[in-house]
């Protein structure tokens, strides 16, 4: 049951490696089918190579196993409570990916500083707070989830769909497991290049609303005039 | 029709993807027939892997499309603005290379410390005036090309293949499609040790006038002497 | 004899090359049978292309050599020392891998700067002191092993299985030779990530103990949860 | 004639290729027969790919044409001088490596920070002086081999086989074609490091000449015990 989920949530996980974002088993995808109430999610540890669709654990949002013989991935609460929270998406990714993780450790949101950014994340990528020990000690990973949303209350996650988790790294989503992964891929980018733009000039600004709305905008909703029709 | 430019165009903008230059469909490259007056370019959004010649948009002077089922490039009225100012080049290229769009988002030129990249450019490799919101908000595209155009008042062209559009990205040209290419990847590796340089001494300065006219003009105009004859 | 033993360095030493740890014969792995009181090491000088198991050397804990017609790697004495003192461990790992070995030259620990660190290392990654004369002029490879001795003193070896030596590059162990390279893997990869996290905050301290201890022992340890059981 | 220094110099160039040193025709490597009095040097402007031994260009130390229909390489005059002058060397490698690059753009020589960097260089790598208007207008390409020639009065080119040419790049060298391609591979290796050294800790100094003299005597000369008899 559920194969295209499976097959999807599978593939995605295996383009973490294509896209060099994950070494080991440092990554993973899930799926949601919303309208049956089922996610799909990367097995706990198995390397990328011996993924295969049957392999993906199938639970239902409140976390209880509904198939698969493996563990799912330790961050699982994590990706239940985006989906919880974020309606509109159907994908979750979470990597360590190098430069994106700088960010992260270095608790510090990456400024728009060019339209590469301004295509596809409406404005900074936002960093949440650290968590406190409390946040840690009990429940870490729903608690991991429950700090991004808290991040969000004044952010619409599909014109973000992306952000970092202090002294830890991204989480990514999108409308399916490809397009989170897909977002993994260029925060990547940006997260790289921004910090290619301080070295080069450390005092550099974020472009201004009228550029970001330009570029956010010819790509994404209703005036969208980038791309084939 | 034009087969021999569409399949040059074509090869061009593969050539990116090659040279690592772009992810996704972030670049594209077009090519002039300046006797009959016809452009080939990129179609807008389309994946390097699935090109072909006949996919190649073919349009006059003034954007009109002549051949072709899919839409253009969306920064195609910037490769006009060239084309129409810049007579002698055969080529363009639009790329969003790492090290290149570091200078361009921290809106810096990239001074010339080395001989690799006086081979190639005859001076500091311009960035262009930041855009105002009059400029962003209608005829963006096309204005991108103005700006361009505006910033080239006192240079030659066929001398300074390249421009870094402030808070955006590089163009690049060159007597042919291929050729804008080679710019755009010699760009890309000129940018990255132009911020190894003053990471090593952030003081350091451009090369000499002397230095300069004896690279550029060992390769280039009537006194080359670099390569076979 | 020892043909599983020898199998499993050779194996891991080649592994140095595909993890791109290594160029030309920059590197070394060894293993050890505790029970038989063997160790196997690559030959010094040759190139991982040709390595084969035959060509390991086997020694005996006080360096004689017991099977093999090729000179044991000139790191013999380093690992032998390691071998003496952590008894916990059954694989050794030197290599000079680019950033490991910068934060070696620079003569600075690693600190702790985020989750990917803390799920491998209980702490910042220690650096040993800087040989003095004496020890380097006479038997500088045993005293290379002493210097790393003398700085775990008050460190668990299989909570800390890395070290940077001062001037010089990163050793690495773990419980068989695959796991001392799988330690470089990660190393490398940690000390890219606290270098890029400098750039972006340079004033960016260490996580907390309390999300060090939960993401080091969610993977090691009694209490462990991640991976498969 | 010459049929093995022909295949020598041809491998050593197209290994330039392999280990990512050039980009285009952006290096070149020579060879010299001592006993013969001939040169062998890659042809100017020909891509890696196209490399055939019978493509090189043979010389005498005068730089007068032996064998060859192609014009030589346009470095010719500096490769010459360094023969001329470095009696033991037999092959000569100019690149514009992007690291060793990066120190010569800065004028700036590269400290000896650790162990790597003292396995193969006796020292800092040295930098020459800016070249003066008068040396760069006329005879350019000998005059960059007499600076090089001057920086290294007080050096032995066999301990030293590499410099950083100011403003340019690196030329490096050794006993043999192959020999000086390996001298280019690390010293891009050494400087990359160098460069994290210095991020990582800006006041770092090089190391003592105890263990610089245990290093590189531990696998050059008469008291070397690295490697296989």
Redesign the interface.
């Known amino acids: 049951m559920h194969e295209e989920l499976k097959q999807a949530v599978c593939n995605a996980n295996i383009e973490l490696q294509t896209h060099k974002l994950v070494?080991?088993?440092?990554g993973n995808v899930s799926g949601i089918d919303r309208q049956a109430g089922v996610i799909a999610i990367k097995?706990?540890?198995?390397a990328y190579d011996e993924l295969t669709p049957d392999k993906m654990v199938l639970l239902d949002l409140d976390g209880k196993v509904i198939e698969g013989e493996?563990?799912p991935s330790?961050d699982t609460p994590t990706h239940l409570e985006l989906y919880q929270n974020f309606k509109a998406i159907g994908g979750v990714c979470h990597t360590?990916s190098?430069?994106a993780?700088?960010?992260?450790?270095?608790?510090?949101e990456i400024p728009c500083?060019?339209?590469?950014h301004a295509d596809y994340y409406y404005g900074a990528v936002p960093v949440t707070d650290?968590?406190i020990?409390a946040e840690?000690?009990s429940d870490?990973e729903l608690n991991t989830g429950k700090v991004i949303v808290r991040r969000f209350a004044q952010l619409n996650p599909l014109q973000m769909p992306a952000v970092l988790v202090a002294?830890?790294?991204p989480f990514t989503w999108g409308k399916t497991p490809a397009g989170s992964v897909?977002s993994a891929?260029?925060l990547e980018?940006v997260a790289?290049?921004?910090?290619?733009?301080?070295?080069?000039?450390d005092s550099?600004e974020g472009?201004?609303q009228?550029?970001l709305d330009?570029h956010y905008l010819?790509k994404h909703g209703d005036n969208a005039?980038?791309?084939?029709?």
Do not use: D
């Open positions: 070494i080991y088993s440092w097995p706990s540890g198995v493996l563990s330790s360590h190098s430069n993780t700088m960010w992260a450790q270095a608790c510090r500083f060019g339209t590469t650290v968590m020990p840690i000690q870490y002294n830890h790294g897909e891929v260029v980018q790289a290049m921004a910090m290619g733009t301080l070295r080069v000039n550099q472009i201004s009228v550029l330009k010819r005039y980038y791309g084939q029709k």
